[in-house]
């Protein structure tokens, strides 16, 4: 969708197109009714501050729809496909990686009840690794920032790929 698509769009489209970004409907609902855009840099800009900070409940929310690190994303949505091309390069992990990732998964949500989170855009299969593998020696208070920043970098990244200039 273009820039100029999403900023005339009807309400209804506008929170369709951005939801699989980040279902927070706060998100959705301040990005939608701060329309218009004069740029994606600003759409993107403000996308950012409205994911900042979210609450406990939002974060939770949000993770509720997010597979783990390393698995497919089942079914036909927006959603899912956004996830499964985020997570391609994992597509290619070997036997070992993929081992790894599923203890590091059930290490971490053991230790901090919930998916791990990471912006596998952009990313080999070894950093994400290496990160979830980093991330399992953290408290529960330095975690929360970088699940909230991960949140923010998925959002931003989804939407900068389905509205164009």
């Known amino acids: 969708m273009l820039l100029q698509e999403f900023n005339q769009a009807d309400r209804q489209e506008v929170l369709s197109v951005l939801r699989p ?5 706060r998100w959705v609902d301040e990005i939608a009714d701060q329309r218009p855009f004069s740029s994606i840099e600003d759409l993107l800009a403000f996308a950012s501050r409205a994911a900042s900070p979210l609450t406990k409940r939002e974060v939770e929310s949000a993770l509720a729809h997010h597979p783990r690190i390393g698995d497919r994303a089942l079914g036909n ?3 899912a496909r956004l996830s499964r091309d985020e997570q391609a390069a994992l597509g290619e992990a070997s036997g070992e990686v993929a081992a790894a990732l599923a203890a590091g ?18 990313r080999s299969k070894d950093e994400i690794l290496e990160a979830l593998q980093a991330r399992i020696s953290h408290t529960a208070d330095e975690e929360e920032p970088i699940v909230q920043q991960q949140l923010r970098e998925i959002a931003v990244h989804r939407l900068q790929g389905v509205i164009n200039q």
């Open 21 to 25: 970004c980040l279902d927070v409907p």
């Open 105 to 122: 998964n059930r290490s971490y949500e053991e230790k901090f009840g919930r998916v791990f989170l990471i912006r596998a855009a952009g």
């Open 77 to 79: 949505s927006s959603e």
